[in-house]
């Protein structure tokens, strides 16, 4: 093998053990995901506020745009019947800035078995961005989901 | 560096230090806490935002702010005149931010002009850091908003 395809199989190996690592912490924050989307689901929320913040979550490259975002919402409920019902949006404001433990983790394994420089200096953020997304992502399809059984939109 | 190298190397270093000021912005609007959201109302705030958002030049929110700060003191508000006077020296310091990114993000295109690109930059990292102090100031704010 010479040293430029070496190279570029280290960099699939390294890709397909990152997705697989992502996709092992996003089966289980299913479960979490699940409890918030059934808080939620008592709120005044509608399907579309939920799914914007997924939406916006898939468009940024910031993790701050997100947890911004969530921020803003919390705080302009003065009703506290939606984002800040029960301390929900609080609770999930920790939870998704909690996520960036599971991506150091991840990305000190990839960094011990697949190393480049130049793109690890990045890694634990955008990980934790990847980590957000799958979180969000199940909750708005949780959410989605108990409102039509519940009735709602 | 082509044109497209270096702004997709800009806006990955841009993201990544939003990412990492959010706590020097959390912690400003912790400092400020007492005067929001009635000595420093999220209207001023969301004001600020646009302004930085629709700027030029950081001198256009340079005098915003220091409007902002010579309408306090002219009403007798020294603690609301502070709070502009030292987001105004935050906002300055963002400047040695940007030129260190600036550094890391490598040699510019021809097609820029190094003055220019150092100031939209800079402007670039003001409006990042102003958004995380409106979210974090909105977030802990300590009263009800009444409208």
Do not use: C
């Not at chain 2, 000021?21 to 400092?31: L, T, V």
């Not at chain 2, 670039?124 to 979210?135: G, I, K, M, N, R």
Request: a positive charge; charged letters at 30%.
């Amino acid at each position: 093998m010479t040293q430029t395809s070496e190279g570029r199989a280290r960099k699939i190996a390294r890709r397909v053990a990152l997705e697989q690592a992502i996709a092992r912490r996003s089966d289980k924050y299913a479960y979490s995901a699940k409890d918030y989307a059934e808080k939620l689901t008592q709120t005044k929320l509608k399907n579309t506020q939920v799914r914007g913040l997924e939406t916006l979550a898939y468009a940024t490259d910031r993790v701050s745009a997100v947890i911004d975002w969530l921020k803003v919402r919390v705080g302009r409920d003065d009703k506290r019947n939606r984002w800040a019902q029960d301390g929900t949006g609080h609770d999930l404001l920790a939870t998704l800035e909690g996520l960036q433990r599971d991506a150091r983790d991840i990305a000190v394994a990839i960094r011990k078995d697949y190393s480049m420089p130049k793109e690890d200096s990045d890694l634990e953020r955008q990980v934790h961005l990847r980590l957000i997304r799958e979180y969000l992502k199940h909750l708005a399809a949780h959410f989605e989901y108990q409102k039509s059984e519940v009735g709602g939109e | 560096m082509s044109d497209l190298a270096y702004t997709l190397t800009l806006r990955r270093l841009v993201a990544a230090w939003s990412d990492q000021s959010r706590k020097d912005a959390a912690n400003f609007a912790n400092k400020h806490r007492d005067l929001l959201p009635r000595r420093i109302t999220s209207t001023q705030l969301y004001g600020l935002v646009n302004i930085v958002r629709n700027a030029q030049r950081f001198g256009d929110i340079q005098r915003f702010i220091r409007h902002q700060r010579e309408k306090a003191e002219r009403a007798g508000r020294q603690d609301v005149a502070d709070y502009w006077k030292e987001m105004e020296q935050v906002l300055n310091n963002l400047r040695n931010d940007a030129r260190e990114l600036q550094r890391q993000a490598g040699s510019l295109p021809p097609t820029i002009s190094p003055k220019s690109a150092l100031d939209t930059l800079h402007r670039q990292l003001t409006e990042e850091f102003v958004q995380h102090v409106l979210a974090h100031g909105s977030y802990w704010s300590p009263v009800p908003r009444t409208y």
